[in-house]
């Protein structure tokens, strides 16, 4: 059987002013069932996007699927059409927490009445006393004060962390057996922060959830997540299991977000000065996306994309260096 999400080959582009940019550029990852995988990367990285392809929420236009396959228990979820997401996928077996709450809270309901519209819609012949029941038990495992009261609020009525409760409460309501997490504490102070992770985890925990966890800062993800995947411009760059790329990270954008210099990890590599790249060279998706960043970069860097070198069975990295390394050993 294969993995419970699997992606191969997924590019999306964009289409700007001056044309089409490649904003995903995936070969393959894949989460096994009842693991949290981590995706962390910087602003712009393609995060979002990743998550919007694997819900079918991208926007068409200006977003555009190019190529690739997503498979969840076994089916391409390319191959279903709008309809199909919307009433097999989207909430029933795969729901999504983004980054900001009020995207997806409508200003002009009670929240309690939001709870109850997507609890109904799955569960088609509660009655209404059952309906008003499971709200109040959904709030309840969220863990907000005074449940009958906060039903009637508003979302402007709530402080940040409490709605995001509430979307918490709203994405593990129709069952879904995978969660997509999109930088659910962004907007959210630190000491709130560790407390909706800890009530997510809790729950995910406890109802055995597969959750893709999505966030800007890799300490957050490493403490999350058993395995995480380093994207950088769409690319994944670096994956393993949590332990080994906070142990022994390898790409030099993955030390760069560690805050590790690169002497302190690897000696051998000369770095190469005065190669300044094209505009074509930039506008290639043929290259390593991190080589205008690199203070490491050898010739063939400048000719083709790096190749996946598995450094062991827990962690592959997209490099030249440890090709080279490789090939040396
Ligand atoms: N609707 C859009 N139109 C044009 N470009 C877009 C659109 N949505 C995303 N992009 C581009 O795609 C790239 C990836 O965007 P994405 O939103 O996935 O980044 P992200 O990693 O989620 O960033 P953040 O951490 O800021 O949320 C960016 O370069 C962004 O400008
Ligand atoms: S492939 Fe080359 S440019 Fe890219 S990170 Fe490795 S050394 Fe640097
Ligand atoms: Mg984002």
């Not at 009670?110 to 088609?124: L, M, Y």
């Not at 590790?260 to 770095?271: D, F, R, T």
Request: proline share 5%; with cysteine.
């Amino acid at each position: 059987m294969g993995a419970y999400l699997e992606i191969k080959n997924l590019q999306v582009n964009v289409e700007i002013i001056e044309g089409c940019k490649r904003v995903l550029d995936i070969d393959h990852f894949c989460v096994e069932k009842g693991e949290t995988f981590g995706i962390v990367g910087e602003s712009g990285a393609g995060k979002s996007i990743l998550a919007q392809s694997i819900l079918g929420i991208l926007p068409y236009p200006p977003a555009i699927i190019e190529n690739g396959t997503i498979f969840f228990q076994g089916k391409d979820l390319l191959q279903l059409n709008g309809k199909k997401m919307q009433s097999d996928i989207r909430g029933k077996k795969i729901s999504m927490i983004f980054q900001d709450p009020m995207s997806s809270l409508n200003p002009v309901f009670r929240v309690g009445d939001q709870i109850r519209n997507v609890i109904k819609k799955h569960n088609r012949n509660m009655s209404r006393d059952e309906l008003d029941n499971e709200v109040l038990e959904k709030l309840r495992m969220v863990k907000l004060p005074d449940v009958e009261n906060t039903k009637n609020k508003y979302p402007n009525e709530l402080s940040g962390g409490q709605r995001q409760r509430i979307i918490i409460a709203i994405a593990l309501s129709c069952g879904a057996e995978l969660l997509i997490a999109d930088e659910p504490t962004r907007n959210l102070d630190v000491t709130i922060q560790a407390g909706v992770l800890k009530l997510l985890f809790g729950l995910k925990k406890k109802l055995g959830i597969t959750t893709l966890f999505i966030a800007n800062n890799i300490n957050l993800v490493f403490i999350v997540s058993q395995k995480v995947g380093v994207l950088y411009k769409g690319k994944i760059i670096e994956m393993g299991t949590a332990q080994e790329i906070k142990n022994n990270p390898h790409h030099p954008y993955t030390l760069d977000l560690l805050g590790i210099s690169h002497n302190e990890n690897k000696e051998k590599v000369i770095p190469v000065k005065n190669k300044s790249l094209t505009k074509e060279w930039e506008n290639q998706y043929t290259l390593c996306p991190y080589i205008n960043q690199c203070p490491f970069s050898v010739d063939q860097c400048f000719q083709s994309q790096p190749p996946v070198v598995k450094v062991n069975s827990n962690h592959v990295v997209s490099c030249f260096r440890d090709f080279m390394e490789m090939e040396r050993r």
